[in-house]
């Protein structure tokens, strides 16, 4: 009895060998799935904060990458489970979130999101993927003209926003300044050497750069401590989501005091950046060996503090011409690259150098073909990435041949000092890839995206340029957009299409917005710049104002079909507030040329007509909270935890939104569209001028236009230093 008991068992083991034998053959011919949760945990997260309790129906997986220069996702639904297959959790969040959007069920934005989900989940099944290694996202300057004073709750946002868009090489420069402050006190800097040296919050992208010194300072030891811990969780959570943080590298420049403290040292006094008014930086030269020891012991403290990184962000020349011999130049050049690459490798080996490649269109007259490939010549290929995001200003990757093997990225800046009229071409960044993709001279491209220097604004933009990579332009912008604003809206009437096709032929269809820097000064709009009487020499803004009144005609009848918290009505007071604007300029123009030619009757009805827009687009403001002066305000007031710290932060906010500093061009550089600025200080400042030119008139005495600009000016310095919040 018992060699029978012993005999099924052991047929029952034989059984149970061929069950596993055959489940193995089965996997090994299939893709294979991890579907330990630990490795979707991440991704579960973004999408349970973004659908609650419903994301326990998403059956998440990481699968294989068959392909490392590229991402992938399945998705399909069964029953009521939405199964999700991806290559890295950035991919499955993106996966989830475009099944939410084609369904109609969800649509996220700076400004806010709408969740409409469904009883049960629809019959869907769709498989991607993308040539593009990297998703690249966050111009360095955002750090100054949009995060100062953000907390981990607001940076959990954006990184959540980054995963559901795809995007896995985010800039991640936060927390810097602690490092600096210990690396610098090791080479003898004081407390008070440092606290001349570093800038306010809001203007530290510059000096990171290596454009400027101290302006707006100190910075309190209280910033620098928050901003060291919320790194923490920014690069915790982003490399928990397998995105790539591209974090700082030492790029040469030193404190004034360390320079004086070594004067047998090569260290460069450059000349003061775009156009003079701001201190001198200093620049160590890449063969003294002090480069190599500063940019190692960086390296290693930031390692110490926030741990092991892979992607280092050095620029040495941003807007700033090399200290370089004529006679050497190409040698030199050879040198400063091969030192930055040299430092990261030795500090950090195996990591890859990143670099923006905006001073190649910036300053085209010195960076020649030549003196590109010799800065480049002795990095290796595969170490390196050129992050290209001017490509709707110049065409630069094309101009230095695709950065002669390279690795880089293509995309956009789109957003200038967060300033924010109405603006980007959809149908050029979709016609650009098709054509990048077709290039058989596009080099070793592994990356595409936008670089904005400003967030909360134009979200249609960021939206739609970071499905690009994944659809490879196959869709057309017209399909696409309906999909986006059924998600967007819930409903999307041929009227409501009607209008956005008139809307995007209107406004998104603008590369860049050429306004900005008309006649050589910053200001979104005419209305947004220091006053001056040339602007009757003003040739026109891009775009099509009266298509634009067509749409915004359109869209007013059917707004009482949208509840008042749906984003439909965010967008119409978008479209309004761009019309009216343009309208002003127009009003602008007239208004000065009225009194220019003493036309007093007329150029005072000009005068009341243009207080009463710019008085009635401040309050139409109202409807869109973040576009607000005193949400900034108030936001740079609370992040002080004293007095003396909320003072200093509310003047840097006021002052890198208009004066921004120095006595160049860069004042209304980061002009806002914002409810306030209207009322508070663009309208005072053309009032004060249009009044000044009226009384002239009157008086019959010459207009001293330079005296009142003068007067404006201190208008504006008072106006950054009070305590008022508008």
Request: glycine content about 6%.
């Amino acid at each position: 009895m018992k060699s029978e008991c012993l005999e099924i068992k052991n047929d029952y083991s034989l059984i149970n060998d061929v069950i596993l034998i055959l489940v193995m053959l089965f996997l090994l011919g299939s893709k294979v799935y991890c579907q330990n949760a630990d490795n979707t945990k991440s991704a579960l997260i973004v999408i349970e904060r973004l659908i609650g309790n419903r994301a326990k129906e998403f059956d998440l997986h990481i699968i294989e990458n068959q392909n490392q220069n590229s991402d992938s996702f399945e998705v399909e639904t069964t029953g009521n489970k939405v199964k999700i297959s991806g290559t890295s959790n950035t991919a499955v969040c993106y996966a989830a979130y475009t099944f939410l959007r084609d369904i109609g069920a969800s649509s996220v934005s700076w400004e806010g999101s709408r969740i409409n989900l469904p009883k049960t989940w629809p019959a869907y099944s769709k498989k991607q993927s993308t040539p593009f290694k990297y998703r690249k996202y966050i111009n360095a300057c955002t750090f100054g003209y949009t995060t100062p004073w953000w907390d981990w709750k607001r940076w959990e946002q954006e990184i959540d926003w980054m995963a559901l868009h795809g995007i896995n090489l985010p800039t991640a420069l936060e927390g810097q300044e602690a490092v600096w402050q210990e690396l610098w006190k090791e080479y003898g800097l004081t407390d008070s050497q440092l606290q001349a040296h570093f800038t306010g919050p809001a203007f530290l992208p510059w000096q990171r750069m290596g454009n400027i010194n101290s302006l707006d300072g100190p910075l309190p030891q209280e910033w620098i401590n928050k901003k060291k811990e919320v790194q923490k969780k920014i690069l915790q959570k982003m490399r928990a989501l397998g995105m790539h943080p591209v974090v700082p590298a030492f790029s040469g420049y030193v404190p004034k005091a360390f320079a004086e403290q070594h004067p047998n040292s090569k260290i460069s006094e450059l000349k003061s950046w775009s156009g003079g008014g701001f201190e001198s930086t200093y620049l160590l030269d890449p063969n003294d060996p002090l480069f190599k020891e500063i940019g190692k012991r960086f390296i290693e403290i930031y390692t110490k503090t926030y741990g092991q990184s892979d992607f280092y962000l050095a620029d040495s020349f941003n807007e700033i011409t090399p200290p370089v011999s004529e006679e050497h130049k190409y040698e030199e050049l050879s040198d400063y690259g091969n030192t930055i690459f040299e430092t990261i490798n030795e500090a950090s080996p195996g990591a890859t150098w990143v670099m923006q490649g905006w001073l190649f269109g910036d300053n085209k007259e010195f960076w020649t073909k030549e003196a590109t490939k010799a800065f480049l010549s002795k990095v290796p290929k595969d170490r390196m990435i050129v992050q290209d995001y001017a490509n709707d200003r110049y065409k630069v990757w094309e101009n230095q041949e695709a950065f002669y093997g390279k690795q880089w990225s293509y995309g956009y800046v789109h957003n200038y000092g967060g300033s924010n009229p109405v603006y980007g071409d959809l149908n050029f960044y979709r016609k650009e890839l098709i054509s990048l993709l077709e290039n058989p001279n596009k080099g070793n491209i592994v990356g595409y995206g936008v670089m904005p220097e400003g967030l909360n604004n134009n979200s249609i933009v960021y939206e739609y340029i970071y499905d690009l990579p994944w659809t490879q332009g196959k869709e057309s912008v017209d399909e696409w957009q309906k999909k986006h604003l059924k998600a967007r809206y819930g409903k999307t009437p041929d009227k409501v299409l009607e209008g956005w096709q008139l809307a995007t032929e209107a406004v998104y269809s603008t590369k860049y917005w050429e306004t900005r820097w008309w006649n050589d000064w910053a200001g979104a709009y005419l209305f947004f710049k220091r006053p001056t009487l040339k602007v009757t020499e003003f040739k026109g803004n891009p775009g099509d104002k009266e298509k634009l009144k067509l749409a915004i005609d359109l869209l007013k009848k059917e707004a009482k079909n949208f509840d008042k918290k749906n984003l439909y009505h965010y967008d119409l007071i978008d479209f309004s507030r761009q019309y009216y604007s343009l309208c002003i300029d127009d009003l602008l123009m007239e208004c000065v040329a009225a009194y220019e030619a003493k036309d007093i009757k007329k150029g005072d009805d000009l005068f009341k007509e243009i207080e009463k827009q710019a008085l009635d687009i401040d309050a139409m403001m109202s409807g869109q909270p973040l576009n607000n002066l005193n949400y900034w305000l108030k936001s740079a007031w609370d992040y002080g935890e004293t007095p003396e710290s909320s003072k200093l932060y509310l003047k840097n906010a006021k002052s890198l939104i208009t004066l921004w500093g120095g006595e160049g061009h860069l004042n209304d550089y980061a002009s806002r569209a914002w409810k306030g600025m209207y009322k508070d200080f663009y309208w005072p400042r053309w009032k004060m001028f249009l009044q000044a030119q009226r009384e002239s008139v009157i008086n019959n005495t010459l207009f001293d236009e330079a005296q009142v600009r003068a007067s404006i000016k201190q208008w504006e310095e008072k106006w950054c230093e009070s305590k008022e919040m508008y």
